[in-house]
């Protein structure tokens, strides 16, 4: 009998607590490079401050938030590795709320601490983070922040949705399937308007490649799924739009009003 190879919840969370682990054994004992600074107008106080060049203690939330969304430490990595296990925590959970531009903005931030330049073992660990939260997600249905959020940080994070793409496209069932109808009906209008539909790292993504990457999954992997899975009509409809481009996009008989 041929083995089902799609993860099990219990499985892939299972996975997700490894990782978790993983990760706060690598970077236990990090802390901030000594010169640290950032505005104390800004971005805290002094002694906040000084808490980065400690290891190992907990931040609260709000010292948490401002200190991954800030955008000019001087060495943003070392800052990131020092708060990554309870960053980590918190992301997972949906508790590490962002600013402006939503959950991705958290994989901006590990982006632009370099973490796939860091050393082998710690980026290994981050990456292995990144997909063992995407592979439960997948397989979780209600997970604590939503697919496409999740889908948004990894992509950010990594610059690329190749892996998590081939993710889904092997995480077969109706749970993954149930996630992919909610996320397609989250990106039709954005992408329908040819943008990515998340805002992040933008100024260090090219933006244009992942938005083609998900259009063309979305037309070639997902769109049977979709129909397969009771996907609404119209939603396949305005999703088969993609393959159009300019005015037959915009003057096709199934085109939704969008104005963007």
Known sequence: MDTDPTPTSTAARRRLEEA????????????????????????????????????????????????????DWTDHG?????????????????????CVYGVAEAGGSLARGHWQRWPERQAAAVRDLLDAWWTHTLTDPTPPVPAHDVLAV???????????????????GPVSDDHLIRAATEWEYDLLGDDLPWKGNWYDTDRDRLRTDLTDWLLTEASPRLASAGAPDELRRRISLLALHDEPRYTHPDWPGHRY
């Not at 802390?31 to 002094?46: D, L, V």
């Not at 002694?47 to 200190?67: G, I, S």
């Open 20 to 71: 978790l682990h993983t990760l706060a054994v690598t970077f236990r004992g990090m802390t901030a490079i000594p010169e640290e600074a950032n505005c104390t107008c800004h971005w805290g106080s002094e002694e906040e401050q000084a808490l980065l060049k400690v290891p190992d203690v907990e931040l609260d939330p709000d010292l948490l938030r401002r200190t991954w969304l800030a955008i």
């Open 154 to 172: 990894c992509a950010e994070a990594s610059g690329t949705l190749t892996p998590y793409l081939a993710t889904w496209t092997r995480t077969t």
């Open 78 to 98: 070392a800052v990131m590795r020092r708060i990554l296990p309870q960053f980590a925590r918190e992301l997972v959970a949906g508790r590490a709320e962002a």
